[in-house]
Each structure stands twice: as structure tokens, then as C-alpha cells.
């Protein structure tokens, strides 16, 4: 079974510009989580959806949004991007919602 | 607000010794709580998991013990390699009750010396 697969492996941004991360979850599991990883503040829920609706938002900024599609796969976007936007985001799956998660590898961030 | 303090933020073992990660929580309400292993350029990997009824939890060579009254957990490698250096990050959930949103604590970095 294939795991969770993020896209793109890296990215480089400008300050003030937007970008789109993708996540493809496991095959068959309908929850998709994010989650921002950076040295000084570790690892964060960003938000999670089940079935196409975010159920669960943690503390960050509105510019920070996502959605899901009917198959599962889930979208992240920044908007107007900072410099402490840089960080490696992280998609993690699960079949229900449960706290068994499984995650990618992330996709780097840069914002120069 | 922290509410899962990991320690010690570094580890240094030589091979075929143990390693110990200790974690604290404040939410009496978390009622799962995994540790996840990450390599360098990988994503974290779930490792084990234990819920709050049990006090150990066994599989190979890692261990955790629960302490539900002090609200503390551990992570246990025995016979620790090289390829177990990397980095390792308690977690807490308050699982069903709180879907997929999981508590981290700041991770240990493990280097195993051969």
C-alpha cells in the first residue's frame, strides 16, 4: 500500500506571494491532517479535515487554509507569504480520524 | 502554552545501551499518546502507542511506560544501534474526542555511538 505522498518535495517563495502544497493520503483513509515543522517550535497542528470538512483548526493565522476533495487528497495554502512561513509542512493520514497517523515526507518551504 | 514537555533535548548513548525519553503532560483529557521517530529528510514514523489503562507497552526493543498519576510517559530503545539516531517526539491526544490533532512535545535528538 502506497503511504502518503506530498508534492512538491521543496519549494522556494518570495515574501508576499502564495503557494500550494498537495497531499495525497493513504489509500481508504478519509482523514488528512497538517501539520507545520520548525526548529524553534517544534512540530503544530495546522488543521483537519474528514469527508471535504475541516473539523479541527489549531492556532494559526487565517493567511493558513486547506481543503479536501471528494478523494480524499487535501490541498494546503499560504497566502502572502513571510519569512516565518518557512518550515517543513507535513500531511498526515488516517482512516477515520483517530489519532493514528501516518505521515508523509513534507514539502520544504523556503521564503527568501 | 506547552502542554507536553519532552526531555532530554539531546541523548548521547553508546551502542548496545538504553536509551530513556521522558515525557510530561498537563491534559488529564489526552487519552492516546504515540512516539514517532524521524529521520533526516523523512516524515516522523509512528513508533508505539499506549492509552492511559495500560502502564507498559512492549513491541521489540521499544518500550513505554505510563504513569497516569504523574502524568508522565517514557520511550525505553534496549539494545540500542546506530540506526536508531534520529530524532523522537512524544505526542498526546485526546483522541476520538479530538480528531486528528496531535500534541507534540519538542523532540530528543538520539545519537547512538557505535
Known amino acids: 500500500k502506497a503511504g502518503v505522498t506530498q508534492t512538491p518535495r521543496y519549494l522556494i517563495k518570495t515574501r508576499g506571494q502564495q503557494v500550494t502544497l498537495s497531499c495525497s493520503p493513504i489509500s481508504g483513509h478519509r482523514s488528512v491532517s497538517w501539520y507545520q515543522q520548525t526548529p524553534g517550535q517544534g512540530l503544530q497542528f495546522l488543521f483537519e479535515y474528514f469527508s471535504e470538512t475541516q473539523r479541527n483548526k489549531g492556532n494559526f493565522p487565517g493567511r493558513f487554509s486547506g481543503r479536501q476533495f471528494s478523494n480524499s487528497r487535501s490541498e494546503m495554502n499560504v497566502s502572502t507569504l513571510e519569512l516565518g512561513d518557512s518550515a517543513l509542512y507535513l500531511c498526515?493520514?488516517?482512516?477515520?480520524?483517530?489519532?493514528?497517523?501516518?505521515f508523509g515526507q513534507g514539502t520544504r518551504l523556503t521564503v527568501v | 502554552q506547552q502542554q507536553v514537555k519532552q526531555s532530554p533535548q539531546s541523548l548521547i548513548v553508546q551502542k548496545g545501551g538504553i536509551s530513556i525519553i521522558n515525557c510530561a503532560y498537563e491534559?488529564?483529557?489526552?487519552?492516546?499518546f504515540p512516539w514517532y521517530q524521524q529521520f533526516p529528510g523523512k516524515g516522523p514514523a509512528l513508533l508505539i502507542a499506549i492509552r492511559p489503562d495500560v502502564s507498559e507497552k512492549k513491541e521489540g526493543r521499544f518500550t513505554i511506560s505510563f504513569n497516569k498519576s504523574a502524568k508522565q510517559f517514557s520511550l525505553h530503545i534496549m539494545d540500542s544501534q546506530p540506526g536508531d539516531s534520529a530524532t523522537y517526539f512524544c505526542a498526546a491526544s485526546k483522541g476520538v474526542s479530538n480528531t486528528g490533532k496531535l500534541i507534540f512535545g519538542q523532540g530528543t535528538t538520539l545519537q547512538v555511538k557505535p
Open positions: 498526515a493520514s488516517s482512516f477515520w480520524g483517530g489519532p493514528e497517523a501516518f
Open positions: 491534559n488529564t483529557a489526552f487519552d492516546y
